[in-house]
């Protein structure tokens, strides 16, 4: 009877609009009750490392490890290590190395390299480099596992470092500045490079930029360190005006692209020819309905079925879409909503869950995906911890 009193209450809460981590703590108390259900089953065979970033300004202190059973959805602590403002991460495809940004003003941005020990989850730094541009806030690194690119929001210029043989990072090689600006007085007066991704090949590299609605276009000189990356023809892809470009996605057979768009709220579809390496856009599509103008994240299932984007500031949570295999359309089929404030999240390899970062709720939300509708069901195995807002998983083995 407990158990359905619990529920209840949390269903209650649920309901209720908050905007304040006191209140995201009565939430959260409500799912501590069950996070005690089947906390032993955890096995090494079906596990992964979760590696969370997160913002440092209260309880949290830097990178955090936890173990995470991709069967069973359970989860618990490992290991972490003190850094500042690690709000995005990125692992080698090696899985030997950790790169996490420094999200922080003029003068101290970085991006900093780890070593990662799988035998207990530990992170040891290597070094730390300055990114010569504000507030980075993604970090990628290219498949040869030799270029480390951040996006730098306020500073709106990217960076790019090399990669010595043990992980650690040169000092920048490249720093790019933008010029231009937006439609939208006060959050478009300069550029802001919100992501930076590798297209699926490796041969190009896209640079959202939210301040001037473009996606910039960049060839990859693979056998350079000192021009890595050459402006690309064309240069940039026009997006709507006041779109505010976010992150982009690729489908998994590499026909199809995906951005979601932090002001507009929508959800962009684009066409990819790997050739030229050019977008060319063919659905536009809303994930946030409220005009909240807080849209984030945008993950695909690992069979290319579904895709999921997250909203903030008002109604947070999930939007869930189908995707058309043949031309790469989008339908909506749902809403999972969230904790507060969903900034990140991240799927499993197996399909099998969702995990969300609500920061203000101070909590890593664990949802169920189900393969056949795309629909997400909470299974309320949530990991508490302050501020988490970055999500990457690593091979336990």
């Known amino acids: 009877m407990g158990k359905y009193v619990i529920l209840l209450m949390f269903a209650t809460l649920s309901l209720i609009s908050c905007n304040n981590k006191k209140n995201s703590n009565v939430d959260n108390m409500a799912i501590n009750a069950l996070d005690t259900m089947n906390i032993d089953a955890i096995s090494d065979e079906t596990s992964l490392y979760l590696i969370v970033g997160t913002y440092t300004g209260g309880e949290s202190k830097g990178i955090y490890v936890y173990q995470f059973d991709t069967v069973s959805g359970n989860s618990k602590y490992k290991n972490m290590i003190d850094i500042v403002n690690p709000s995005y991460l990125t692992i080698s495809k090696d899985e030997k190395s950790v790169y996490a940004v420094t999200e922080v003003g003029d003068g101290e941005a970085a991006a900093n390299s780890f070593s990662f020990d799988k035998k207990d989850g530990s992170l040891k730094s290597l070094n730390t480099q300055l990114t010569g541009g504000a507030d980075p806030c993604y970090i990628e690194i290219d498949a040869t596992g030799k270029h480390v690119v951040t996006a730098n929001y306020s500073g709106g210029s990217l960076t790019v470092f090399n990669v010595k043989d043990d992980g650690s990072l040169t000092a920048a090689s490249q720093v790019i500045t933008f010029r231009g600006k937006g439609v939208d007085e006060k959050r478009q007066m300069k550029p802001h490079i919100h992501c930076v991704r590798f297209s699926p090949d490796g041969q190009y590299l896209f640079a959202n930029d939210l301040g001037t609605d473009k996606i910039h276009k960049f060839d990859v000189n693979k056998e350079s360190s000192a021009n890595y990356l050459k402006v690309g023809t064309p240069s940039y892809f026009k997006v709507a005006d006041g779109a505010g470009p976010r992150h982009i996605e690729f489908s998994p057979n590499g026909k199809f692209a995906y951005l979601i768009t932090e002001m507009s709220g929508a959800v962009i579809a684009f066409s990819y020819d790997a050739t030229s390496g050019n977008l060319s856009e063919i659905q536009t599509i809303q994930a946030d309905t409220l005009n909240a103008k807080g849209s984030a994240d945008i993950h695909i299932s690992p069979d290319g079925k579904f895709l999921y984007a997250s909203n903030r500031l008002k109604g947070d949570g999930i939007a869930i879409f189908s995707i058309n295999q043949t031309d790469g359309k989008l339908t909506k089929v749902g809403y999972q ?54 999500l990457k998983f690593i091979s336990f083995n």
Do not use: W
């Open 337 to 390: 909503e969230t904790g507060i404030h969903p900034r990140n999240f991240t799927i499993t390899p197996n399909g099998k869950f969702l995990l969300v970062a609500s920061r203000d709720s101070d909590t890593i939300q664990v949802f169920q995906i189900n393969k056949e509708s795309g629909l997400l069901e909470d299974t309320y195995k949530n990991i508490e911890l302050d501020m988490p807002v970055c």
